[in-house]
């Protein structure tokens, strides 16, 4: 079982940018779609954008033109450039895997512990 560990978040004033990584400690080559899933307080999850193993991407219409997904195989590691942040998109922010076209997985690794991301106004 693949263990995922998040991390990059933090505090940014609104406009600003962020880059998240997510090292999985085993090969992440064979997962054919991971994702990038956030929770903000009081909220259910929400998978904001996914990738395949080679590399195409699909975000959620709330991040879409804002954010990048992107992998690198041989480092095991999943990425989210987020730009352009604004204080709702506050949240802690996971990876995992993911389905097709932002639907969700058969099967989720375990999660990891996530990563805070603020953003204020």
């Known amino acids: 079982q693949v263990q995922l560990v998040e991390s990059g978040g933090g505090l940014v004033q609104a406009g600003g940018s962020l880059r998240l990584s997510c090292e999985a400690s085993?090969?992440?080559?064979?997962?054919?779609?991971m994702g990038w899933y956030r929770q903000a307080p009081g909220k259910q999850r929400e998978l904001v954008a996914t990738?395949?193993?080679?590399?195409?991407?699909d975000y959620a219409d709330s991040v879409k033109g804002r954010f990048t997904i992107f992998r690198d195989n041989a480092k095991n590691t999943v990425y989210l450039q987020m730009n352009s942040l604004k204080p709702e998109d506050t949240a802690v922010y996971y990876c995992?895997?993911?389905?097709?076209?932002?639907?969700?997985?058969?099967?989720?690794?375990?999660w990891g512990q996530g990563t805070q991301v603020t953003v204020s106004s």
């Open positions: 995992n895997t993911a389905g097709v076209r932002l639907s969700l997985p058969d099967r989720y690794a375990d």
């Open positions: 990738i395949t193993r080679s590399g195409i991407p």
């Open positions: 085993g090969s992440i080559f064979s997962i054919n779609f």
